[in-house]
């Protein structure tokens, strides 16, 4: 990850530390990780992955995307009430993942609607996954096409944090935000769309510090409106 990403992370840790006047062993201490790793953090030359980064937004109370890369509002959403306690409701999420070129919108954690859905048919659609493990989000580009069509919701289990075998997963690589076929090969992760038209390309292993994967694809709707006459 280059030095930019790394700085301007940094401050952003260092304001929110001290606007809670917290220090480096305090954040150590409420997070479990270890004061030289907190340190490296603080300093900008290393930046937290999926579960420390949890951990520290989590003990810090911000939003990881915020915290991350500066996008949308610093403070945690709050979770949208007045559900049917008999129902099984689905966040979806104001961000678009590319099937294409890949970019990453700047409100990417707001919740702009749920979807609703019986619990026995929540059950067999979702194989038992907890509704707060799955968000829905659209998808943008024609690489996935065969798979996905541009504007179709994908339901993402963000449980799904690391790498668990050969599938279609959403992550960040870099800046940007993508939606493709993940596959291990030795020590490289093959990037693949099922577009043939698309090339395949590769992260390499000194490059997985720049990967940073939030869920795997479970299913999909299609969302497109066709003209017939």
């Known amino acids: 990850m280059n030095e930019t ?36 953090y603080a300093q900008g030359t290393a930046i937290p992955r999926n579960s420390n980064l949890d951990k520290i ?40 993942a590319s099937a294409g070129a ?27 996954v907890n509704a707060n493990n799955l968000k829905v989000i659209n ?5 996935m096409q065969g798979t996905f069509e541009s504007g179709d919701a994908i339901y993402v289990d963000v449980s799904k944090r690391a790498f668990e075998g050969d599938g279609i997963y959403v992550f960040t690589f870099g800046r940007n935000l993508y939606v493709k076929r993940l596959q291990i090969i030795k ?11 698309y090339d395949s390309w590769e992260i390499h292993e000194d490059e997985f510090d720049q990967l940073y994967i939030h869920g795997k694809v479970m299913l999909s709707q299609s969302m497109l409106l066709r003209k017939h006459g």
Do not use: C, P
Not at 64 to 93: A, C, M, P, Q, R
């Open 5 to 40: 990403i790394n700085n301007k992370f940094k401050d952003r840790l260092h304001s929110v530390m001290m606007e809670k006047g917290l220090g480096m062993g305090d954040v150590s201490k409420g997070t479990g990780i270890n004061y030289e790793m907190i340190r490296r």
């Open 139 to 143: 998808v943008s580009g024609d690489s």
């Open 187 to 197: 020590n490289i992760i093959r990037v693949k769309s099922d577009n043939k038209l």
């Open 57 to 96: 937004s989590k003990f810090l109370k911000v939003d990881k995307s915020w915290l991350l890369f500066g996008n949308g509002d610093s403070n945690v959403k709050e979770t949208i009430t007045n559900k049917n306690e008999n129902s099984f409701y689905i966040e979806v999420l104001d961000i678009t």
């Open 102 to 128: 890949g970019y990453l919108n700047s409100d990417v954690m707001e919740v702009i609607k749920l979807v609703e859905y019986d619990s026995e048919q929540a059950k067999t659609l979702f194989k038992g």
